[in-house]
């Protein structure tokens, strides 16, 4: 059997092979979420992407080793989480999404 060399695997639960290019589109999931629930004004944007990048660092915990796309949301969020909630500071959820507000007066 021919390996495909742009195929890269990611070994989740239960051993289960996931390809790369589906990978890179799961771990983008906490970043849509949060820049659309900031978006709209919701803390809720800060907790949740936090709380998707753990389930995506989880399966790597006991396995092969740590893949970067999922270290570093995990560590913006966790910053994040810790500025908003623990520093008071609104600039991860206040800046953090377009905000069609200087339009209004269009």
């Keep these: ?3 495909n060399p742009f195929l890269i ?11 790369g290019m589906f990978y890179i589109l799961v771990s983008f999931v906490p970043w849509i979420i949060y820049w659309v629930l900031c978006g709209l ?11 998707i990048s753990l389930l ?6 006991g396995g092969r080793g ?10 913006y969020f ?3 989480f ?3 909630f623990i ?10 999404a377009f905000s069609a507000a200087p339009f209004n007066n269009v």
Excluded at 9 to 19: A, D, M, N, S, T
Excluded at 41 to 51: D, I, Y
Excluded at 56 to 61: R, S
């Design 87 to 96: 520093l008071d500071l609104n600039v991860f959820w206040r800046a953090a």
């Design 66 to 75: 740590f893949n970067l796309m999922a270290l570093v949301p995990l560590l």
């Design 56 to 61: 995506l660092v989880l399966p790597q915990v």
């Design 1 to 3: 059997m021919v390996q």
């Design 82 to 84: 810790a500025g908003v």
């Design 9 to 19: 695997e990611f070994w989740g639960f239960g051993g289960v092979r996931v390809p």
């Design 41 to 51: 004004g919701s803390l809720l944007g800060v907790v949740a992407p936090l709380v």
């Design 78 to 80: 966790s910053l994040a």
